[in-house]
């Protein structure tokens, strides 16, 4: 069976959309930054989702033996005109029943007001953080699998102080994203005791950050808090700070989490710490196994996505409709208790337990659990660099 999984992800994966105009299927959208200041980590994601889908379409199981077909699109991470213009080709001229995305939080949320909620379009969002996303006008149509940067503030707050890191800089990216978080951290930090001797807002993606670098050393601080892109102006941050010798130990959130920090500073880092979701549950090693060696399951929101898709898909069978006016009330129904418990791998039989008009409990990879607004309750690891790698510490 695992063979088997990894060969129809496989095919999906490099047929892209190519399931498109064949009989019995329904379209599903992929819309993540592809492009921009996180394109390092989307590939890992957008194949987590179709991993899913193809892991529902070869069981023969859903909606009566339909197929599910992933449609990509390019949210930029960071263009809200780009990202909801290709959202609404998704809808309008691809046909797809639901969204899996977006990923940042301000196209997200753009996305959100200006195509889903018009067209009664379903999303889940692997990743978009932002706590304002929470109270967001979304007539029951959005949820995430992604905690809310509420939940992250504090968890990155308890990290620092456990720490001993008591006094701290912090710089965070001038979007929905990084506002949202350093909020969140800054009111949780000051609770605690802590003293953050500068915010300040960089823009993203700029050639030079040096003036930026500049006041957060006058500043000073035990190390320096990142809220930004690891292939954006957060990246350019760390290498303005390494060079001029301001900082070298910094502390990282989870849209600084990825391979590419290992790539481009290595053990230039090393002792600097962050945290992203994450979960030591049974899902998330179940899935990383099925996956093999087809990509990379450990990527961070890779689990979130592969999640995400599946709720979508799972949600559909419930209701028995590909409807989005239909199965967006099946979402919170299908994740939570009562039920049987569905881990990654068992999407038929979750499937199979619906059509005979059974409950599930969706776990899935990321220890699924939707609370309020229909957002992820939050687990996240705990991340330390030691010589050049990135090493899990702990959960919490």
Do not use: W
């Not at 046909?95 to 753009?110: E, K, P, Q, W």
């Amino acid at each position: 069976m695992k063979k088997f999984l990894m060969a129809s992800a496989a095919s999906a994966l490099v047929a892209g959309t190519a399931y498109a105009g064949g009989h019995g299927e329904v379209k599903i959208g992929v819309i993540l930054g592809f492009t921009g200041p996180i394109e390092a980590l989307t590939p890992a994601m957008a194949d987590g989702a179709e991993f899913a889908m193809a892991e529902v379409s070869s069981s023969g199981a859903f909606l009566g033996g339909k197929t599910v077909a992933p449609v990509r699109a390019d949210s930029t991470c960071i263009d809200a005109a780009a990202a909801t213009a290709a959202a609404e080709r998704l809808i309008t001229s691809d046909g797809v029943s639901g969204i899996m995305g977006a990923d940042c939080s301000g196209v997200t949320g753009a996305i959100l007001a200006n195509v889903a909620l018009a067209n009664g379009m379903v999303m889940i969002s692997p990743s978009a953080t932002s706590p304002g996303l929470s109270t967001a006008e979304d007539n029951g149509l959005f949820f995430r699998t992604a905690p809310s940067d509420a939940r992250q503030g504090v968890v990155m707050a308890e990290s620092l102080m456990e720490m001993g890191s008591t006094e701290v800089a912090l710089t965070y990216v001038n979007n929905d994203y990084g506002k949202g978080l350093a909020s969140s951290f800054e009111e949780a930090f000051k609770s605690m005791g802590g003293t953050i001797t500068i915010s300040a807002a960089h823009e993203d993606e700029k050639a030079d950050y040096s003036a930026e670098v500049a006041a957060l050393a006058a500043a000073g601080g035990d190390r320096l808090v990142v809220a930004g892109y690891n292939t954006g102006g957060g990246a350019g941050i760390i290498r303005a700070s390494l060079d001029s010798g301001a900082f070298d130990m910094f502390h990282l959130p989870d849209g600084m989490i990825g391979g590419s920090l290992e790539t481009d500073f290595g053990s230039e880092i090393d002792g600097t710490t962050g945290q992203a979701p994450g979960t030591d549950s049974p899902g998330a090693s179940q899935l990383v196994d099925l996956i093999g060696d087809a990509f990379d399951g450990s990527s961070v929101f890779v689990a979130e996505s592969y999640d995400a898709a599946a709720l979508i898909m799972l949600a559909m069978q419930a209701a028995g409709s590909d409807n989005p006016a239909d199965y967006k009330g099946k979402v919170m129904d299908v994740a939570n208790a009562p039920g049987e418990k569905i881990y990654p791998g068992e999407l038929a039989k979750g499937l199979e337990i619906l059509a005979n008009g059974g409950d599930i409990d969706y776990v899935g990879a990321s220890a699924v659990e939707l609370i309020g607004p229909g957002e992820s309750s939050g687990s996240y690891r705990q991340i330390v660099f030691e010589g050049g790698k990135m090493t899990t510490v702990k959960y919490r």
